[in-house]
């Protein structure tokens, strides 16, 4: 068989895992904007060095959702990547150029938009709308109905309560507990979560 080759954009060993335990796939290196000292793997250049190769697919490994968006303008060829420890539901929609770590749940009728990251052991329950660009770290749960605007960032171990809205380019704080909706640009922290400030990424 023969393996689709994978450039790495960003350092995420999680990621580089997941892509050397995927027999159909083999790394041949990272971009980044320095050469990263000590690393195993080789460096590709950075950003700016990316020349189009049909042999070559990306995958975006860089957890913040504004740096991911920019990255995706610049690069073609980006490759879905779903480890085959996690569970998505038949009925569920994966946007391109989505990273789904092992140990993920994604439930029946959930939708993940273009770029989304969902890290290690995060639950996506039924019904669930992630926009483009959204980061879920580890250990989240995002219950039923929610609707997470693009750009988002929900912390490790953050709960969200069913039919709650996260606004477009909201933070919530890791461990954080959202009981109503957050507004666009507005990071939420504790339990319950509480607005701590607005930003304009």
């Known amino acids: 068989m023969q393996k689709t080759k994978i450039a790495l954009v960003g350092e995420d060993w999680d990621v580089i895992d997941l892509i050397e335990n995927l027999p159909h796939l083999e790394l041949v290196g990272l971009f980044a904007p320095t ?118 960032y929900i912390g490790a171990g953050a709960i969200i309560k069913q039919r709650c809205r996260i606004g477009s380019h909201a933070i919530v704080g890791a461990g954080a507990v959202v009981v109503r909706d957050v507004p666009d640009h507005t990071t939420v922290v504790g339990v319950p979560a509480q607005p701590k400030s607005v930003h304009n990424v």
Request: net charge neutral; aromatic share 4%; with cysteine.
């Open 35 to 152: 050469v990263i000292h000590g690393t195993e793997l080789r460096h590709l250049g950075s950003d700016a060095d990316w020349k189009a190769d049909n042999a070559t697919k990306i995958v975006i490994a860089v957890d913040l959702p504004k740096v991911r968006q920019k990255l995706f303008d610049h690069y073609c060829d980006i490759l879905t990547l779903v480890s085959p420890n996690c569970y998505v539901s038949l009925r569920a929609h994966i946007g391109e150029g989505c990273i789904i770590q092992r140990g993920v749940t994604l439930m029946a009728h959930a939708k993940l938009g273009r770029g989304c990251k969902i890290n290690l052991n995060a639950t996506i329950h039924h019904d669930v709308s992630i926009g483009d660009f959204c980061t879920i770290a580890p250990g989240a749960i995002i219950l039923g109905h929610v609707t997470i605007e693009q750009g988002a």
